[in-house]
């Protein structure tokens, strides 16, 4: 079970910090990828943590202004957003599986979402 935290309503320029925990103690045997829905639009990847080394890969978009990382002795996955634009406003979605993909179908390990919205 993954359960999000974090999301809020901000301006422009400001930051927010995503979290996501696990329940299980096999949480480090998942990759872990923050995706994100926006109305009328596609699920889609903004971050992803793999298992192993803990790779990162990032949507072209959020590239140096988001960061992911995990903590696996706590079982959580952390999403730092700086520089929030408009365009970031969206459900944000932590999602497990044991290989990291860009595709949303790939993945059947969800948490409910976190509502990000930011205000111009």
């Known amino acids: 079970q993954l359960v999000e935290s974090g999301g809020g309503l901000v301006q422009a320029g400001d930051s927010l910090r995503l979290s996501c925990a696990a329940s299980?103690?096999?949480?480090?045997?998942?990759?872990m990828g923050w995706f994100r829905q926006a109305p009328g639009k596609g699920r889609e990847l903004v971050a992803g943590?793999?298992?192993?080394?803990?790779?990162?890969s990032y949507a072209d978009s959020v590239k140096g202004r988001f960061t992911i990382s995990r903590d696996n002795s706590k079982n959580t996955v952390s999403l730092q957003m700086n520089m929030l634009k408009p365009e970031d406003t969206a459900v944000y979605y932590c999602?497990?599986?044991?290989?990291?993909?860009?595709?949303?179908?790939?993945?059947?390990?969800w948490g409910q979402g976190t509502q990000v919205t930011v205000s111009s």
């Open positions: 943590i793999s298992r192993s080394f803990g790779g990162t």
């Open positions: 299980g103690r096999t949480f480090s045997m998942y990759s």
């Open positions: 999602a497990a599986r044991a290989t990291l993909s860009w595709n949303p179908n790939d993945y059947d390990i």
